[in-house]
Nanobody, 113 residues
Framework: QLQAFGGGLVQAGGFLRLSCAVS????????KGWYRQAPGKQRELVAI???????NYADSVRGRFAISRDNAKNTVYLQMNNLKPEDRAVYYC?????????WGQGTLVTVSS
């Protein structure tokens, strides 16, 4: 129900844009977000956008990453600029609805120094 795209290998200082297509069968969405999990670490919130359009970011990415959405396309994006080696992780899109939480399959982002 969530399909994430856009991961890959990029040099430090580069950029990537992740996309997550959200199934139209998911209703009553509170928020959409991106999480990441680096090797040996817990999954952490990267960015979130609420149904009202408010956004919030992890301190480590604020000012470099931007979350956005296209409601007509049922897609949420994560623009990642000035990538750093510590951004290397599997990135997961997430949808929080009234009834449950949905997770995408994850897309790997690798940043070379």
């Amino acid at each position: 129900q969530l399909q994430a795209f856009g991961g890959g290998l990029v040099q430090a200082g580069g950029f990537l844009r992740l996309s997550c297509a959200v199934s139209s069968s998911i209703f009553n969405i509170n928020a959409k977000g991106w999480y990441r999990q680096a090797p040996g670490k817990q999954r952490e919130l990267v960015a979130i956008i609420t149904s009202g359009g408010s956004t919030n970011y992890a301190d480590s990415v604020r000012g470099r990453f931007a979350i956005s959405r296209d409601n007509a396309k049922n897609t949420v994006y994560l623009q990642m600029n000035n990538l750093k080696p510590e951004d290397r992780a599997v990135y997961y899109c997430n949808v929080d609805s009234v009834t449950r939480t949905y997770w995408g399959q994850g897309t790997l982002v690798t940043v070379s120094s």
